[in-house]
């Protein structure tokens, strides 16, 4: 039962790099998103996607970009790390469908930009 | 105002205590509640969900919901070392094409032996 997984676990980047956070389910859940945690503030949205093919931005969407091109899949994209970036970002999911169901989350990518 | 208001703690409390946590929300909106447990350096696990006010008890656990008053609660029964982590409320609403959820920042508990 692999539920969400996200890779990597952990990653260290220089200011200005860029790279993907990996996000897959094997629930076939409709509503996929990612989360930034940071002390004191909780879970804050990033993006999110209600299917294959649509996507859009939460709370703080700015320096990353998503797209989802299988339901199984949800990328995240970071175009050019900046420190303020360094956090937890946790993908989740959860069924859709027009319906109030909980969500799953993966266990966290650690992310340092120095 | 945040949707979401919770208590960061940190709380303490001694091994069979009952402990309790509480969130409030502003959007009477939301029409799912949800209580997460987050061990650290882990991402968050459900523990109990429910729609409608009331009490919902799960062993050790109970959720409660007062729709009325804007504001959720979670109690843990004979409380343990190992419930030691952060509880993070959530909850949910239907809207055009999804499921919005709003989580609020986390009590810390730590359960002494």
């Known amino acids: 039962n692999a539920g969400v997984t996200q890779t990597p676990k952990f990653q260290v980047l220089k200011t200005g790099q860029s790279m993907t956070l990996q996000c897959a389910q094997d629930?076939?859940?409709?509503?996929m998103s990612w989360y930034r945690q940071d002390p004191g503030m909780g879970l804050r949205l990033i993006h999110y996607?209600?299917?294959?093919?649509?996507?859009d931005q939460g709370e703080v969407p700015n320096g990353y970009n998503v797209s989802r091109s299988t339901t199984e899949d949800f990328p995240l994209r970071l175009l050019s790390a900046a420190p303020s970036q360094t956090s937890v970002y946790f993908c989740?999911?959860?069924?859709?469908?027009?319906?109030?169901?909980?969500?799953?989350f993966g266990q966290g990518t650690r992310l340092t930009v120095v | 105002q945040k949707e979401v208001e919770q208590d960061p703690g940190p709380l303490s409390v001694p091994e069979g205590a009952i402990v309790s946590l509480n969130c409030t929300y502003s959007?009477?909106?939301?029409?799912?509640f949800m209580w997460y447990r987050q061990y650290s350096r882990k991402g968050p696990e459900l523990l109990m969900y429910?729609?409608?006010?009331g009490n919902k008890e799960d062993g050790r656990f109970t959720a409660q919901v007062d729709k009325s008053s804007k504001y959720i609660s979670l109690f843990i029964r004979d409380s343990q070392p190992s419930d030691s982590a952060t509880y993070l409320c959530?909850?949910?609403?239907?809207?055009?094409?999804?499921?919005?959820?709003?989580f609020g920042p986390g009590t810390r508990l730590s359960v002494l032996p």
């Open positions: 959530a909850m949910s609403r239907i809207y055009n094409y999804g499921q919005n959820f709003v």
């Open positions: 959007n009477s909106a939301f029409q799912y």
């Open positions: 629930m076939n859940h409709e509503y």
């Open positions: 429910t729609y409608s006010s």
């Open positions: 989740a999911s959860s069924y859709g469908g027009g319906m109030n169901t909980e969500a799953f």
């Open positions: 996607s209600v299917g294959a093919g649509i996507t």
